[in-house]
């Protein structure tokens, strides 16, 4: 027989005992649909993270010292070290505002509108960033959170574009609305916003003008952060005048790259060790399976007999049973794909709408959580089924190909 002629014999097979084929399938179906389901939701989850970290985390580096960084100390970082394409300071500032008698508590963060694109840390939903002229004047607008939308204004939804706020007594005006967490990490007395450094040094920061908590260094493209790391602290120790036996305790540099490095072995290792407990559930399809063929041997012994005497070798017998295996573990990897692709879906409607990823996103705004499927995820759950049936089915096989001829004949 050739491979169509024992597909089409194995279906016929099968399809005389339904219930037991449609229960040995279900198996399969379960573990491909979980294998499928927990390896594309992790690698949609790693995605969704990577892409919050903003496209050019790998080239950031973050700088902090011991004492306030400033703009010489940036330009000096920028002229020093020839891996920096640029750099550019971050100032923080805290402030509180009255709404219909209720304190709220506003964390303030500066920076240039270059800054707050490259970082992915301010995603626009409405309105604006900065001009170049309102960097350079201190002006006094905001970008604010949608959470802080409905902290302030009572309505997510407002349009607040042109309005003002109060912080220490000043008026601001929105410029624009930032997509973040709803209500400002869970609460509602408390929202953040941005502005041009300049402006927060004005009245809203601690630190005189012209100085930073910190600044963030983009490498230029195809340089290592990790080993520009050295070079920066370097840089920075000479532009602020730190003895070399000092350094290490009065600045610290951090790359992205490292921690995007970590995450990305973290979701791998965690990928691997739930498709493992995924393949707990194929390795018990497969013992299924297993025996399922060994019945069928039992109760087709009669049958085997007769095809022998007509003239059947034992390798036609072997392959005709490992076919029926291999069949079952087709059709189950086929449906369990499909299922295992739309569980996928449904977990990430579920979780999307549930918000769980908020807290693990780079600004802690809303994230969308999609699966991410892939070529090689179908292939592999094709490639699992076929090896399933072929070892769990060619022992059932190989048995039926050694019994005796004449023994099967007289089985009754």
Known sequence: ?????????????????????????????IGIAAVIAMTS??????QTLLNGLGLNAARMVQITTSKPLTDSDINKLEKLNASIDFAEGIVSGFSTTKMDDRDISVSVTGGSTRLFELTGQVKLIEGRLFNAQEEASGARVVIIERGGVKTYFGNPDADVIGKQIKLNNASYTIVGVADAASGGMGNDNYMNVFMPAKTVSRGLSWLPQGSYDQAIAFVREGTDPEGALEGIKQAIAKAQNVPDDEIEN?????????????????????????????????????????????????????EIGVRRALGARGRDITNQFLMESIAICMLGGVIGTIVGYLAAWGIALVVTNMGILQALSANGGSVTLAPAFSVGTIVLAVGISLIIGVLFGFYPARRAAKLDPVECLRYQ
């Open 250 to 302: 009065y600045i610290w540099v951090y790359s992205m790259k490292a921690q995007i490095d970590a995450l990305q072995s973290f979701t791998t290792a965690f990928q691997l060790i739930t498709g493992a407990v995924a393949g707990i559930s194929l390795l018990v399809g497969g013992i299924g399976i297993m025996n399922m063929m060994l019945t069928n041997v039992t109760e087709r012994i009669r």
């Open 41 to 46: 939701l992790i690698g949609g989850v790693q």
């Open 1 to 29: 027989m050739n491979a169509r002629d024992l597909m089409r014999e194995a279906l016929r097979a099968l399809e005389a005992n339904r219930g037991r084929t449609l229960l040995t399938v279900l198996g399969i179906v």
